[in-house]
């Protein structure tokens, strides 16, 4: 991996946006785990809201396993029940974040793990995959809204802290700037980002080459798995009304 310079319990609740800060401005984060129904995932967003970006960073991270609708922030419980049962739900609010900080993170495991990013394969035995993100109010002409931007990435802290903001330089990086997105949402929207974790067949025999390449999308939200899984980052907008 190259190098560059950086700028869970299990519970079971309701998908009703019950992180939500009423008295402030902000940001939630809802992680949701979904056993799936079986249909396909892509085409289940699309009945749900719309895209936020272009159709060529669109695909690029569509490569990498990664589906991201904008929705109304009251669809979200159907949208999940329609995709499957719910297994594990956490949530975490933020408000406005001024400064890059772990939106999402998980840790490498220290037997390593091969990704791949744009189809190029790369092993990494040590760090953490984050999602970066920072987020704060924005005034037009039409209102209020929230700004939001996400950058994936991938670091060696130079201690045992695992946030990047938390310590000094990070001994490796690797910054996909070309997979970083942004988002301007009202106070009633959410952005959606997911993924559907398949489980690896499994070979045996003389040419068994091992599992293959996780892609990077599948790989930050919790790839390789056992059993087929959907991953749901739902980023949910609070904005205080105004006199």
Request: aromatic share 4%; proline share 3%.
């Given at each position: 991996?190259?190098?560059?310079?950086?700028?869970?319990?299990?519970?079971?609740?309701?998908?009703?946006?019950?992180?939500?800060?009423?008295?402030?401005?902000g940001i939630s984060i809802i992680n949701i785990k979904i056993d799936p129904n079986g249909e396909d995932l892509n085409e289940k967003l699309k009945q749900f809201g719309q895209p936020i970006m272009q159709q060529s960073l669109q695909s690029k991270l569509l490569q990498e396993g990664i589906l991201i609708r904008r929705v109304a922030a009251v669809d979200v419980p159907a949208i999940v029940a329609s995709v499957?049962?719910?297994?594990?739900?956490?949530?975490?609010w933020h408000g406005q974040v001024f400064k890059w900080r772990d939106f999402h993170q998980r840790i490498i495991e220290s037997h390593g793990m091969l990704i791949s990013e744009q189809g190029i394969p790369y092993f990494i035995q040590q760090g953490y995959l984050s999602l970066l993100g920072r987020s704060w109010l924005i005034e037009r002409e039409d209102?209020?809204?929230?700004?939001?931007?996400?950058?994936p990435t991938w670091h060696v802290p130079s201690r045992q802290a695992s946030f990047v903001g938390k310590t000094r330089s990070p001994l490796r990086s690797k910054i996909f700037r070309n997979l970083e997105f942004e988002a301007l949402l009202k106070g009633d929207e959410a952005i959606i980002v997911a993924t559907h974790l398949s489980a690896p067949e499994v070979t045996l025999g003389p040419q068994d080459e091992g599992l293959p390449p996780?892609?990077?999308?599948?790989?930050?939200?919790g790839g390789p798995v056992i059993q087929d899984i959907v991953?749901?980052?739902?980023?949910?907008?609070?904005?205080?009304?105004?006199g």
């Open positions: 991996m190259g190098c560059s310079s950086l700028p869970a319990s299990k519970s079971l609740v309701s998908v009703k946006s019950k992180s939500i800060n009423a008295t402030a401005d499957g049962d719910v297994l594990e739900e956490t949530s975490v209102g209020i809204h929230i700004y939001v931007q996400f950058l996780v892609r990077l999308g599948e790989a930050l939200l991953q749901f980052l739902v980023i949910e907008a609070n904005i205080m009304p105004r």
